[in-house]
């Protein structure tokens, strides 16, 4: 391990943006350490990994249980004696125009994508705060920007996010290094989860455009590269799309 080696827990590492975050990690030689629901998928990265020289470890993860949020962050605390780096990751995005009245999908995204990433927050920060440092990374979108029909509530979670991340380094300044990344379609599972075929079908255009997976793991490698004394606070990445 180098001297710029960190303990990274990633959450919703099983797919998508989560896993190519931590392949990209564990290449830049942090230990990881990964959690999800789907343990399957996380055994099989985390052999991935260990096999290319990585090192990982993983612990089934329900973000939206605080509990459950505080014992993987516990654990991966107790695995290595420190946690520099918290990646919230995890989230859901079932779109649905409003009138459609899915509030059980409202519930989940508050759930996963807010509830979530301030369970992680609250596991964290003493940990950091204790050990004199850390990192918290969270997912946000560009939906955090700017809002577009059918995505209304997946864009009020992430600008909630957004708005906890600004909130938490003014509050932090010189304890805790803050980053809030943003990307545009992104390749990964997350549109499987749309139910609403009106929404469904817009979906499809933009994932015609989507940024590989990789390009976002990178923005985070990025953060988490700079010196102590740099913090970057907000990513947003986009693809390319021709006028
Ligand atoms: P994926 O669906 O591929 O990954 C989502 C991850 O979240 C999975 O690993 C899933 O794991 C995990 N997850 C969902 N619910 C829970 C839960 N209750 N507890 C723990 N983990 C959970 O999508 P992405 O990789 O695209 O999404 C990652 C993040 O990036 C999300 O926050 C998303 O909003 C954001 N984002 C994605 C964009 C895109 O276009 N793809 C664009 C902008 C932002 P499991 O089901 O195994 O629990």
Same mark, same amino acid.
């Given at each position: 391990?180098? %001297?710029?080696?960190? +303990?990274?827990?990633?959450?919703?590492?099983?797919?998508?943006?989560?896993?190519? #975050?931590?392949?990209? =990690?564990?290449?830049?030689?942090?230990?990881?350490?990964?959690?999800?629901?789907?343990?399957?998928?996380?055994?099989?990265?985390? &052999?991935?990994? #260990?096999?290319?020289?990585? /090192?990982?470890?993983?612990?089934?993860?329900? !973000?939206?249980?605080?509990?459950?949020?505080?014992?993987?962050?516990?654990?991966?605390?107790?695995?290595?004696?420190?946690?520099? @780096?918290?990646?919230?990751?995890?989230?859901?995005?079932?779109?649905?125009? *409003?009138?459609?009245?899915?509030?059980?999908?409202?519930?989940?995204?508050? %759930? +996963?994508? +807010?509830?979530? +990433?301030?369970?992680?927050?609250?596991?964290? =920060?003493? =940990?950091?705060?204790?050990?004199?440092?850390?990192? *918290? @990374?969270? *997912?946000?979108?560009?939906?955090?920007?700017?809002?577009? $029909? /059918?995505?209304?509530?997946?864009?009020?979670?992430?600008?909630?996010?957004?708005?906890?991340?600004?909130? =938490?380094?003014?509050?932090?300044?010189?304890?805790?290094?803050?980053?809030?990344?943003? $990307?545009?379609?992104? &390749?990964? &599972?997350?549109?499987?989860?749309?139910?609403?075929?009106?929404?469904? &079908?817009?979906?499809?255009?933009?994932?015609? !455009?989507? *940024? $590989?997976? /990789?390009?976002?793991?990178?923005?985070?490698?990025?953060?988490?590269?700079? $010196?102590?004394? !740099? %913090?970057?606070?907000?990513? @947003? !990445?986009?693809?390319?799309?021709?006028?």
């Amino acid at each position: 391990m180098t %001297d710029t080696a960190k +303990v990274v827990a990633v959450t919703g590492a099983s797919s998508g943006i989560g896993a190519a #975050t931590a392949r990209r =990690l564990a290449a830049d030689g942090h230990r990881l350490f990964l959690g999800a629901r789907r343990t399957d998928r996380l055994a099989t990265l985390t &052999e991935e990994i #260990t096999a290319a020289g990585g /090192t990982a470890a993983y612990r089934r993860l329900d !973000v939206t249980d605080a509990d459950d949020v505080r014992a993987f962050v516990s654990a991966a605390h107790e695995r290595h004696g420190r946690v520099d @780096v918290l990646v919230n990751n995890a989230g859901v995005m079932p779109l649905s125009p *409003l009138d459609a009245l899915r509030t059980d999908e409202w519930d989940r995204m508050i %759930d +996963v994508n +807010v509830r979530g +990433v301030l369970h992680g927050i609250a596991a964290a =920060l003493p =940990l950091m705060r204790a050990q004199g440092g850390g990192h *918290l @990374v969270t *997912l946000a979108s560009v939906g955090a920007y700017e809002v577009s $029909p /059918t995505a209304a509530v997946y864009c009020a979670t992430k600008f909630a996010v957004r708005a906890i991340s600004e909130g =938490l380094r003014q509050e932090s300044a010189g304890t805790v290094r803050v980053t809030l990344v943003s $990307p545009g379609v992104t &390749e990964s &599972e997350l549109a499987d989860g749309i139910c609403d075929p009106t929404a469904r &079908e817009a979906m499809k255009s933009y994932r015609a !455009v989507a *940024l $590989p997976a /990789t390009a976002v793991a990178e923005a985070i490698s990025y953060a988490l590269a700079q $010196p102590p004394h !740099v %913090d970057v606070n907000e990513i @947003v !990445v986009r693809p390319v799309v021709s006028a």
